[in-house]
């Protein structure tokens, strides 16, 4: 019997570090929700005791440094399983692009093998066991909108942002997340506004929101990849109300009300990258 789970995608509200941590990690603080571009995930059970993962991406591996290979092996060991599991994964969010794709594909398998193994265990307890998988796995197991902080894994839920149309745009380069974080100092720079978003998420206020997102990571990935600032200079000039990175990058996104802006937005953008989409927000 096969089982399928969604992978959803997500983006940063805002991404904000406060420093950094004993066990080596950043203390971050995040605000992110989820979008309606996914990886598909399905899942067999197997008898015998080993892990399967096949895929098609010649950016992806298919062995144990994939995440979702990893959120399998992490669940079997926490819980003494003896089976295994053959996962399937059709890949649609783009590869290193600040848009958590493996986090939320180990998020996905963490969902579907506590069914398939008929383990009963709540989304809190499976976050804990994606947080040692990687820091976006919290959020992506509990998905919506949340708060992510300490490393990822303490989660605050949020109502959802205001309804609204997304375009994203990714260049085509792959950035490292952990040479992004390797490389950021802490400044006294302008920083996101906590607050401000999350009323702005309460009242559904859709301009102060996209007034409010900010990332602290842009400077430094502008820095290594002057494309990407851009990107996001010409999100804006297209007519996004409000644009930023996602994550470590490099994918910029615009906020805007009308799908009609949207395509406008898309047809501009898609002049200078092949990866562009128009999503609505999930979360």
Request: glycine residues 8%; contains cysteine; proline residues 4%.
């Amino acid at each position: 019997m096969a089982l399928f789970e969604k992978a959803p995608a997500k983006i940063n509200l805002s991404l904000d570090i406060l420093g950094k941590r004993n066990d080596g990690y950043h203390e971050v603080e995040m605000i992110m929700t989820t979008i309606d571009l996914y990886d598909r995930i399905e899942l067999h059970s197997l008898a015998e005791d080993k892990i399967k993962v096949s895929l098609w991406s010649r950016y992806v591996p298919n062995d144990e440094r994939n995440l979702a290979y990893k959120a399998a092996v992490a669940l079997k060991q926490a819980y003494n399983i003896t089976k295994g599991a053959h996962i399937k994964i059709e890949k649609n969010i783009p590869v290193s692009a600040g848009l958590g794709g493996g986090s939320s594909d180990a998020a996905a398998v963490l969902r579907g093998l506590n069914k398939i193994w008929s383990l009963n265990l709540s989304l809190a307890e499976l976050a804990h066991i994606g947080a040692t998988i990687g820091s976006d796995v919290p959020f992506c197991v509990h998905g919506e909108t949340a708060i992510a902080s300490g490393r990822g894994e303490i989660i605050e839920k949020l109502p959802s942002p205001p309804s609204c149309w997304i375009v994203l745009a990714k260049p085509d380069i792959g950035v490292s997340t952990k040479n992004i974080f390797k490389r950021y100092i802490h400044e006294a720079r302008s920083r996101p506004v906590k607050e401000d978003i999350i009323q702005a998420l309460y009242e559904s206020d859709f301009m102060t929101l996209a007034s409010s997102i900010e990332n602290v990571l842009e400077p430094v990935t502008f820095s290594l990849y002057p494309e990407v600032k851009r990107m996001k200079e010409k999100m804006s000039k297209y007519g996004a109300v409000g644009s930023l990175m996602s994550g470590s990058g490099p994918t910029i996104y615009g906020l805007v009300k009308q799908h009609s802006k949207a395509k406008s937005i898309y047809n501009g953008m898609r002049g200078f990258c092949d990866e562009v989409y128009i999503v609505r927000l999930l979360g």
